[in-house]
């Protein structure tokens, strides 16, 4: 199932890790970036590699670790960190490039992948090559950081069009939809208006600040009952009919890409099909 949930935790709070993991969320994302003064990234270093050390496989495959951008002072030191680590997926802040990727996946496992992170213009404007990169697993976009790089004074046409523009390369480069920027507030009303908004825009996924973000990520991008019965009986009469020509459901013609919707909303709610 693809993951739809991205919780941050700090980086230098070793406190928290065990808690993220058990709070529900489908990825946890260590942070060494943006929640880590400069002061504490070497001592955050410390405490992810302590941590990942006494997981097992199935944990090490739900964390993440996002890295400092490439033109950080703190990159170099994230890659030496990388190389010792059993770190399954990183994610880049701040890409720009498919070098970008590639330099940071020679510091992992061949098996390994990176989730770029795009946050500004440059990043945007790279997208069809980081998107056809080699080992990124999707893409996700730091909205908040294009603001400030694009000097918008707030999400508006700029920003969707951004938003849109990821999710245009994710699907031309066959990766799964996108990942959702953060919601600096925690109201429920508020994540709930922003992640139905980023579905709009071709996005099936959310970063996620706080534990209680993880549930309204899931419950609003849930289909409904009677979406979700609909799609069943889509996919169960294309099925009987082996998948030839168009098929009637509930009185109206259903043809390919009809089933093919059916099945991206069952795939959603985690359902076979």
């Known amino acids: 199932m693809i993951p739809t949930t991205y919780l941050f935790v700090p980086g230098n709070r070793p406190d928290r890790f065990a808690k993220a993991l058990a709070s529900g969320a489908d990825r946890v994302i260590l942070d060494l970036e943006d929640a880590v003064s400069p002061a504490d990234k070497p001592q955050a270093r410390k405490a992810i590699g302590a941590w990942l050390a006494t997981l097992d496989k199935a944990a090490l495959d739900a ?60 990043g945007v404007m790279g997208l069809n090559d980081i998107a056809r990169a080699p080992h990124v697993s999707r893409l996700a976009f730091g909205s908040i950081d294009y603001l400030l790089d694009l000097d918008l004074p707030g999400p508006g046409f700029a920003l969707d069009a951004a938003a849109t523009a990821i999710a245009m390369a994710s699907r031309a480069a066959e990766l799964p939809s996108p990942v959702a920027g953060v919601t600096p507030e925690l109201a429920i009303e508020r994540v709930n208006a922003d992640i139905l908004h980023a579905r709009a825009l071709g996005f099936t996924a ?68």
Not at 87 to 100: D, P
């Open 63 to 122: 964390i993440l670790v996002r890295l400092n951008d490439a033109l950080s002072p703190w990159h170099a030191d994230d890659l030496e960190w990388l190389l010792a680590q059993p770190v399954r997926e990183v994610m880049l802040s701040k890409c720009e490039s498919a070098a970008q990727v590639a330099a940071v996946h020679a510091r992992m496992a061949p098996s390994a992948q990176v989730l770029p992170l795009i946050e500004t213009v440059l």
């Open 206 to 273: 959310k970063l996620c600040i706080h534990p209680t973000q993880v549930s309204v990520v899931r419950e609003a991008l849930r289909p409904d009952a009677q979406t979700l019965a609909w799609a069943s009986r889509v996919n169960s009469a294309w099925q009987t009919g082996s998948g030839q020509g168009a098929i009637q459901v509930d009185g109206r013609m259903v043809d390919k890409p009809v089933v093919l919707r059916a099945q991206r909303i069952l795939a959603l709610a985690g359902l076979p099909f």
